[in-house]
């Protein structure tokens, strides 16, 4: 078999790259030397590969540079609204390939590195992934940064500078292990710390009641420190900023509560305010009440509205005197896009707070202008229905935390509840349902309710998911106002999840339709001209081969399990849980094997089923399932009558630089969440994209996804949303399907007697348990169906021709799922902005 070209021999042949100009290759040697020689290197005599990949990165910075500093003149000369995006989680993964692609400067860097006799692959292997996030949230904030810049945005993306991110996993005797994130260790060559932009953040303390109006007093003061990343669009020279904080304690904090003798402690005490960036929460649709997280919240927002009314107040560059004095204008000047997360982080208390210190008003003016103020300026995006997910915090921690806010929040739930009360006389449940304050032991604040309350829009992230939020989580919201609800289908950047991971199959795309399919993916509708293309068939065929021979080869080389490569790829990553049913997977599996070993003389299709994603260190079912898919591999793995029919791998410890190898791959994309519980999903588009098959529910994106290719390109299956609400009514009862279905009964008593676990035969207990008596996601019915789907799939392998055009029906209806799409979407329908698309003239080009 022929071995796959590597990255670096295709990136010779390939035209959406450009040609290395000579003189590019020149000068980024010069500045390559330049940087090891006098910036690493010093006085070693030798360098190490991680120096190479540093001297590359500040190589590669050093384009960056003035193309950041011009963008931010551009935007202070031109004043724009501006675009604040807010996240907790930003999961950027590596920059530098990224970075190279977006600049253009690809190729030149490719030939000098290997002029210089280096190797461009090895050298973008040693850095680590910026894992600042979970999982589909996180790495959708950092598609939607990518987006921002190259539509000519002026945004900027707020978060924190975890010290840790999200844990690396391990797996131990098919257990997962959490290490630490330690991604900062050797330094990040692409931040720049701004000291001169730290800001105090207030926690604690106390309300005083004066006749100058309330006052917040007795606080303890954290600093936030900013770190800026710049983020560049796509050739358009344009370089926006993340900038992330990193919580540093004042000089004197505690040491005015201390005597002499307890110097020592007091410095040590240091460590609680900077505790506030250490860790990135390793939770996913999961809501963990504690402390910190609400300061991590109420951290990155107090610091980051600071940051935007200093900027709105001081519009020249470079000018810290205010030209602004008035606020009324700032619903013009500034949008926040707040909330993205599963777990909301609400900016409306925090921003009427900053207006009104900012105004040194009377409370009223908090009453009346900037409640009205804050409301035109935020949006909020919903991310989840699953209600453990949504932030309901004890009033006593929050009084406890932010008093004052406490009081903010107080008076919103009171003018809300009186303006409820007059639309709906005597309506005292619908008050208690829409109130922000949850009566109860203890009472909480439903922080959800409070976002609706303060924005002038409110969306999901997928259609179906919009409609379930205004018919069930916000319908009574929606009864009041229909007009303030929204969709916004998620999207993915086609240069990171096209270009960057699978260039081979971008440039047989570029052969045929040209190069403009990355900026406008809509492009791709081209394709379906050459469906019945002989040539092109056989060129998607092909590149899709030498993607599995080389992800066989890297899981060969790390897994020590030899793969058939002629196998269906068949592919499940995301974040372990419940709802999205990696237990279904695992049940399919089972019974694939059972079908085998029943009959070994029987012909099958090959399979190479992958499971990859991190389960949160708390959630014991999670670490359980992972731990039965180990198990079962384990034992399919080594069964000789299976041989290399089917094959199952755990894929540990999966990020963003193990997607970018393991979706370009995939024959089969597994999105089999239970009908209404995925809200969108992301990866499912990767998948789409690069040319895999979906096999999934009617859930999330899924819906519009076979919508654009037509629900016979997807294998779909099982229950609708109407289906799961019927059941809900009537009653799921798990014993009726195993009863029903010997293949699933025979499935449930081999994991049931320990077949998968002979040393601990109750071993799996609990998820047996779980699947007969509390399943709350009806895995068992959805069973037969998707057993069912799984030969539909293994038919249509069998035709690789017809399964090569449904591939490339779906990659030419891959183009709604474009992150540009959604931007320009929120900034049209929701910001109040318009993408450009002007192009900044490079910083050797004098402006007009």
Same mark, same amino acid.
């Given at each position: 078999?022929?071995?796959?070209?590597?990255?670096?021999?295709?990136?010779?042949?390939?035209?959406?790259?450009?040609?290395?100009?000579?003189?590019?290759?020149?000068?980024?040697?010069?500045?390559?030397?330049?940087?090891?020689?006098?910036?690493?290197?010093?006085?070693?005599?030798?360098?190490?590969?991680?120096?190479?990949?540093?001297?590359?990165?500040?190589?590669?910075?050093?384009?960056?540079?003035?193309?950041?500093?011009?963008?931010?003149?551009?935007?202070?000369?031109?004043?724009?609204?501006?675009?604040?995006?807010?996240?907790?989680?930003?999961?950027?993964?590596?920059?530098?390939?990224?970075?190279?692609?977006?600049?253009?400067?690809?190729?030149?860097?490719?030939?000098?590195?290997?002029?210089?006799?280096?190797?461009?692959?090895?050298?973008?292997?040693?850095?680590?992934?910026?894992?600042?996030?979970?999982?589909?949230?996180?790495?959708?904030?950092?598609?939607?940064?990518?987006?921002?810049?190259?539509?000519?945005?002026?945004? @900027?993306?707020?978060?924190?500078?975890?010290?840790?991110?999200?844990?690396?996993?391990?797996?131990?005797?098919?257990?997962?292990?959490?290490?630490?994130?330690?991604?900062?260790?050797?330094?990040?060559?692409?931040?720049?710390?701004?000291?001169?932009?730290?800001?105090?953040?207030?926690? @604690?303390?106390?309300?005083?009641?004066?006749?100058?109006?309330?006052?917040?007093?007795?606080?303890?003061?954290?600093?936030?420190?900013?770190?800026?990343?710049?983020?560049?669009?796509?050739?358009?020279?344009?370089?926006?900023?993340?900038?992330?904080?990193?919580?540093?304690?004042?000089?004197?904090?505690?040491?005015?509560?201390?005597?002499?003798?307890?110097?020592?402690?007091?410095?040590?005490?240091?460590?609680?305010?900077?505790?506030?960036?250490?860790?990135?929460?390793?939770?996913?649709?999961?809501?963990?009440?504690?402390?910190?997280?609400?300061?991590?919240?109420?951290?990155?927002?107090?610091?980051?509205?600071?940051?935007?009314?200093?900027?709105?107040?001081?519009?020249?560059?470079?000018?810290?005197?205010?030209?602004?004095?008035?606020?009324?204008?700032?619903?013009?000047?500034?949008?926040?896009?707040?909330?993205?997360?599963?777990?909301?982080?609400?900016?409306?208390?925090?921003?009427?707070?900053?207006?009104?210190?900012?105004?040194?008003?009377?409370?009223?003016?908090?009453?009346?202008?900037?409640?009205?103020?804050?409301?035109?300026?935020?949006?909020?995006?919903?991310?989840?229905?699953?209600?453990?997910?949504?932030?309901?915090?004890?009033?006593?921690?929050?009084?406890?935390?932010?008093?004052?806010?406490?009081?903010? *929040?107080?008076?919103?739930?009171?003018?809300?509840?009186?303006?409820?009360?007059?639309?709906?006389?005597?309506?005292?449940?619908?008050?208690?349902?829409?109130?922000?304050?949850?009566?109860?032991?203890?009472?909480?604040?439903?922080?959800?309710?409070?976002?609706?309350?303060?924005?002038?829009?409110?969306?999901?992230?997928?259609?179906?998911?919009?409609?379930?939020?205004?018919?069930?989580?916000?319908?009574?919201?929606?009864?009041?106002?229909?007009?303030?609800?929204?969709?916004?289908?998620?999207?993915?950047?086609?240069?990171?999840?096209?270009?960057?991971?699978?260039?081979?199959?971008?440039?047989?795309?570029? !052969?045929?339709?040209?190069?403009?399919?990355?900026?406008?993916?809509?492009?791709?509708?081209?394709?379906?001209?050459?469906?019945?293309?002989?040539?092109?068939?056989?060129?998607?065929?092909?590149?899709?081969?030498?993607?599995?021979?080389?992800?066989?080869?890297?899981?060969?080389?790390?897994?020590?399990?030899?793969?058939?490569?002629?196998?269906?790829?068949?592919?499940?990553?995301?974040?372990?849980?419940? @709802?999205?049913?990696?237990?279904?997977?695992?049940?399919?599996?089972?019974?694939? @094997?059972?079908?085998?070993?029943?009959?070994?003389?029987?012909?099958?299709?090959?399979?190479?089923?992958? *499971?990859?994603?991190?389960?949160?260190?708390?959630?014991?079912?999670?670490?359980?399932?992972?731990?039965?898919?180990?198990?079962?591999?384990?034992?399919?793995?080594?069964?000789?009558?299976?041989?290399?029919?089917?094959?199952?791998?755990?894929? !540990?410890?999966?990020?963003?630089?193990?997607?970018?190898?393991?979706?370009?791959?995939?024959?089969?994309?597994?999105?089999?969440?239970?009908?209404?519980?995925?809200?969108?999903?992301?990866?499912?588009?990767?998948?789409?994209?690069?040319?895999?098959?979906?096999?999934?529910?009617?859930?999330?994106?899924?819906?519009?996804?076979?919508? !654009?290719?037509?629900?016979?390109?997807?294998?779909?299956?099982?229950?609708?949303?109407?289906?799961?609400?019927?059941?809900?009514?009537?009653?799921?009862?798990?014993?009726?399907?195993?009863?029903?279905?010997?293949?699933?009964?025979?499935?449930?008593?081999?994991?049931?007697?320990?077949?998968?676990?002979?040393?601990?035969?109750?071993?799996?207990?609990?998820?047996?348990?779980?699947?007969?008596?509390?399943?709350?996601?009806?895995?068992?019915?959805?069973?037969?169906?998707?057993?069912?789907?799984?030969?539909?799939?293994?038919?249509?392998?069998?035709?690789?021709?017809?399964?090569?055009?449904?591939?490339?029906?779906?990659?030419?209806?891959?183009?709604?799922?474009?992150?540009?799409?959604?931007?320009?979407?929120?900034?049209?329908?929701?910001?109040?902005?318009?993408?450009?698309?002007?192009? *900044?003239?490079?910083?050797?080009?004098?402006?007009?």
């Amino acid at each position: 078999m022929a071995k796959p070209l590597s990255d670096h021999d295709r990136r010779k042949q390939i035209s959406v790259r450009g040609i290395a100009g000579l003189g590019d290759v020149v000068e980024i040697k010069k500045s390559f030397n330049r940087h090891l020689h006098f910036t690493l290197v010093k006085d070693r005599n030798v360098a190490t590969p991680r120096d190479y990949y540093f001297a590359l990165a500040h190589t590669v910075r050093d384009h960056l540079v003035g193309r950041w500093i011009r963008t931010q003149q551009y935007y202070y000369e031109k004043d724009p609204k501006r675009v604040y995006y807010l996240s907790l989680e930003f999961y950027m993964g590596r920059t530098l390939q990224n970075t190279m692609i977006n600049l253009g400067l690809q190729n030149a860097c490719d030939e000098a590195i290997y002029q210089l006799g280096l190797d461009l692959e090895e050298l973008e292997e040693i850095e680590e992934d910026a894992g600042l996030g979970n999982g589909g949230l996180g790495r959708l904030a950092a598609c939607f940064l990518d987006s921002l810049a190259t539509l000519g945005l002026a945004a @900027y993306g707020y978060g924190i500078r975890y010290e840790f991110g999200i844990f690396n996993q391990k797996i131990s005797s098919g257990w997962q292990v959490e290490e630490a994130d330690d991604w900062l260790r050797y330094g990040n060559p692409w931040e720049k710390a701004r000291p001169e932009y730290m800001l105090p953040v207030h926690f @604690y303390g106390r309300v005083e009641h004066t006749e100058e109006g309330p006052k917040w007093v007795d606080t303890q003061v954290v600093l936030a420190m900013p770190y800026d990343t710049p983020v560049p669009g796509y050739k358009n020279n344009t370089v926006n900023t993340m900038r992330l904080w990193s919580a540093k304690a004042p000089n004197d904090f505690q040491l005015q509560k201390f005597n002499v003798g307890d110097y020592i402690q007091a410095v040590l005490d240091r460590n609680l305010a900077e505790n506030i960036s250490r860790v990135l929460y390793p939770n996913d649709n999961f809501f963990e009440g504690k402390e910190l997280r609400l300061k991590q919240e109420y951290f990155v927002v107090a610091a980051t509205l600071q940051d935007i009314i200093r900027r709105f107040k001081s519009s020249k560059f470079g000018c810290r005197d205010p030209v602004r004095t008035s606020y009324e204008s700032f619903p013009d000047k500034v949008s926040l896009s707040p909330c993205q997360q599963k777990q909301e982080i609400s900016q409306h208390s925090p921003l009427c707070f900053n207006l009104y210190h900012h105004t040194r008003a009377k409370t009223s003016y908090i009453h009346c202008c900037c409640f009205s103020i804050t409301s035109k300026t935020c949006a909020y995006t919903n991310h989840t229905v699953l209600p453990e997910a949504l932030e309901r915090w004890p009033v006593y921690m929050f009084e406890k935390l932010l008093p004052r806010h406490l009081e903010i *929040i107080y008076e919103i739930n009171h003018r809300h509840l009186d303006r409820i009360a007059a639309l709906y006389p005597g309506d005292n449940e619908r008050l208690r349902r829409m109130s922000l304050i949850e009566e109860g032991d203890p009472k909480r604040i439903n922080m959800a309710h409070l976002c609706v309350v303060g924005s002038h829009a409110v969306n999901g992230v997928a259609r179906i998911h919009s409609e379930i939020v205004k018919s069930t989580v916000f319908k009574d919201f929606h009864d009041v106002e229909p007009e303030k609800f929204q969709n916004k289908t998620n999207g993915i950047t086609p240069r990171r999840w096209l270009l960057l991971c699978n260039p081979g199959l971008a440039d047989i795309i570029a !052969e045929k339709i040209g190069e403009e399919f990355m900026t406008d993916l809509f492009q791709l509708k081209k394709l379906l001209d050459y469906i019945d293309n002989e040539v092109f068939i056989r060129d998607v065929a092909k590149v899709k081969q030498e993607n599995k021979q080389k992800l066989a080869a890297y899981l060969e080389k790390e897994y020590k399990v030899k793969i058939n490569p002629e196998s269906i790829f068949d592919i499940q990553v995301k974040r372990i849980h419940e @709802y999205k049913r990696q237990l279904l997977n695992c049940l399919h599996i089972i019974t694939y @094997y059972n079908r085998i070993k029943k009959e070994p003389n029987k012909k099958f299709v090959p399979r190479t089923i992958m *499971i990859g994603g991190k389960a949160a260190p708390g959630y014991h079912m999670a670490k359980m399932i992972i731990k039965l898919i180990t198990s079962v591999a384990a034992v399919v793995n080594n069964d000789p009558v299976v041989g290399d029919r089917l094959k199952v791998i755990f894929l !540990e410890n999966y990020r963003v630089s193990l997607a970018e190898k393991v979706i370009p791959a995939a024959d089969l994309s597994e999105q089999i969440s239970t009908a209404g519980t995925e809200a969108s999903g992301t990866g499912n588009m990767k998948f789409m994209l690069n040319g895999a098959l979906t096999i999934g529910t009617m859930d999330g994106a899924n819906v519009e996804m076979a919508e !654009e290719a037509g629900e016979e390109n997807l294998f779909i299956f099982g229950m609708r949303v109407d289906d799961v609400e019927a059941m809900d009514r009537k009653g799921y009862n798990a014993q009726e399907y195993y009863d029903r279905l010997p293949e699933l009964r025979q499935v449930m008593d081999q994991i049931r007697t320990g077949f998968f676990s002979p040393q601990k035969p109750e071993l799996f207990k609990d998820i047996v348990n779980m699947l007969m008596n509390h399943d709350r996601f009806k895995v068992f019915a959805d069973y037969e169906a998707y057993i069912s789907c799984q030969e539909k799939v293994n038919e249509l392998y069998k035709n690789p021709k017809e399964w090569t055009k449904k591939v490339i029906r779906n990659i030419a209806a891959s183009g709604k799922f474009s992150s540009d799409r959604t931007i320009s979407e929120y900034a049209r329908e929701i910001w109040g902005v318009e993408p450009s698309a002007v192009k *900044i003239p490079p910083p050797n080009e004098p402006r007009d």
